[in-house]
Nanobody
């Protein structure tokens, strides 16, 4: 089973930026896509973005234009660059790849 480790979360002010990472174990990383979700307190988990094996991306309307996914196949890692962060972006962010989920990384947007 693939293991995923997210990192990069933290506390940021509104309008600020953060870059999250999701590192995957194992081989064949490059031939699979990866998706990101988030879960805010008291809410259901929400889809936010996907990157395919070919690097094509898709974003939820709530983050389109502010979040950008990229991947480094040499490092088995996908990056989620977040800018213009809003209070409502506060959540635990999860990556998922080949049926596995990471443990999540907390993002808090607060002044």
């Amino acid at each position: 089973q693939v293991q995923l480790v997210e990192s990069g979360g933290g506390l940021v002010q509104p309008g600020g930026s953060l870059r999250l990472s999701c590192a995957a174990s194992g081989s064949s990383f490059s031939i699979y896509g990866m998706a990101w979700y988030r879960q805010a307190p008291g809410k259901q988990r929400e889809y936010i973005a996907t990157i395919t094996s070919g690097g094509n991306t898709n974003y939820a309307d709530s983050v389109k234009g502010r979040f950008t996914l990229s991947r480094d196949n040499a490092k088995n890692t996908v990056y989620l660059q977040m800018k213009s962060l809003k209070l409502e972006d506060t959540a635990v962010y999860y990556c998922t790849h080949r049926g596995s989920w990471g443990q999540g990384t907390q993002v808090i947007v607060s002044s």
